[in-house]
Structures are given as structure tokens and as C-alpha cells.
T-cell receptor
């Protein structure tokens, strides 16, 4: 399947530390997105990076994309307890209107 | 601004009972609509998506069906629920050109 794989599955850090999550996917893409999900809630879109971009920033978020390795990383700098959530990468399925979501990384930030 | 509604928020149903979950979107026209299921602590499984009224694509053969009777309404149904239908059901919409999906608050379904 084209489903992305996130790594690690779970991550625990202290407030102020940086959190890095990785995503690998299997087929060609137009873009890759990252979403956040608080426990028991819907997903919220964080950032989109296109296949011709290598790095993108949004506030404390930094996303990189390496299409040759079919991988992406999400870096959250200076983490806060409120960043505690699950994070998912999603890739567009070529020439369709669907997204393929990864398995997610559960991030726990301790105050 | 656009808003997506899902109801009910939680539902407990016995095995063999019917199901109807509704999702509506406000503030946009001709959205793509999606139904996902999420098992506890797991990723999202795309169940159905729709690019227009009456147009439904099924991703996974199963005990569920979907309908889109109006442009901004998407319904997930089952005639007879199974225990394996338990999960967290999420509806989402997108504008075709953006590729970004916007999710509803979800419905927690427990089949007993």
C-alpha cells in the first residue's frame, strides 16, 4: 500500500526540547502534508510542502522533504505541553482526490 | 467561513442495529467529502469519498455504505452493525485545487 510510515511511533520529551518526527512514503507525490490530532478530536492541518520544495517553515514548525528518499520530517522547536498530540503525515495519491495518511507519531511533552 | 458538522458525537449501538451518521459542510460549494475510520491509537482508514452529488467511491469493501443526497451533506450508513464497526468516524471536506482536508469533530461509535 502507499500508506506512509511515521517514525517514531511515540515520543516523550520535556518542554523546551525539540521534537522530530519522520515520515516515509512509497510512491510519487505532488505534495505532502502534516496534520495534528488532539486526543478524541478531528485532525487539523498544519503545513503543506510541495514536491518541488525542500524545506518549509511555519512558526515553530519546520518541514523538510526529500523526494529522492521518499521521506519527510517535521521538527517542532521549543516544544510546549500544549503540543502533546498525535501527528500524521499525508500524501496525495497521484491523480486522485484522496490523501493517504501515515500511521502517526504520538508526542507527549512534559511540563 | 467554512464549518463542518458531524453528529452524533458519541453513539452506542447493539450488534445488528442500523447506523446513520451525518456530516454537513457550510460555507463552501461542491466540496470533496470523505469518511474515515480510526481504530484506537491507529491511523486513518479512508472508507468513502465523493467528488459530487451521487458520486461515491468505496475504498474498502465492508459492512458500510455512503450517500451524498445534497452538495454539502454526506451520510454513512449500515443496515446491520458488526462489533468490528466500532471506532472513531471522521468526516472531512476539501476544495479540489488545494488538496488540504478539513476534519469534523468525529463520532465515537461503540458496537456492543
Amino acid at each position: 500500500s502507499q500508506q506512509g510510515e511515521e517514525d517514531p511511533q511515540a515520543l516523550s520529551i520535556q518542554e523546551g526540547e525539540n521534537a522530530t518526527m519522520n515520515c516515509s512514503y512509497k510512491t510519487s507525490i505532488n505534495n505532502l502534508q502534516w496534520y495534528r490530532q488532539n486526543s478524541g478530536r478531528g485532525l487539523v492541518h498544519l503545513i503543506l510542502i510541495r514536491s518541488n520544495e525542500r524545506e518549509k517553515h511555519s512558526g515553530r514548525l519546520r518541514v523538510t522533504l526529500d523526494t529522492s528518499k521518499k521521506s519527510s520530517s517535521l521538527l517542532i522547536t521549543a516544544s510546549r505541553a500544549a503540543d502533546t498530540a498525535s501527528y500524521f503525515c499525508a500524501t496525495d495519491a497521484w491523480n486522485t482526490d484522496k490523501l493517504i495518511f501515515g500511521t502517526g507519531t504520538r508526542l507527549q511533552v512534559f511540563p | 467561513s467554512q464549518t463542518i458538522h458531524q453528529w452524533p458525537a458519541t453513539l452506542v449501538q447493539p450488534v445488528g442495529s442500523p447506523l446513520s451518521l451525518e456530516c454537513t459542510v457550510e460555507g463552501t460549494s461542491n466540496p470533496n467529502l470523505y469518511w474515515y475510520r480510526q481504530a484506537a491509537g491507529r491511523g486513518l482508514q479512508l472508507l468513502f469519498y465523493s467528488v459530487g452529488i451521487g458520486q461515491i467511491s468505496s475504498e474498502v469493501p465492508q459492512n458500510l455504505s455512503a450517500s451524498r443526497p445534497q452538495d454539502r451533506q454526506f451520510i454513512l450508513s449500515s443496515k446491520k452493525l458488526l462489533l468490528s464497526d466500532s471506532g472513531f468516524y471522521l468526516c472531512a471536506w476539501s476544495i479540489r485545487t488545494s488538496g488540504i482536508e478539513y476534519f469534523g469533530p468525529g463520532t465515537r461509535l461503540t458496537v456492543t
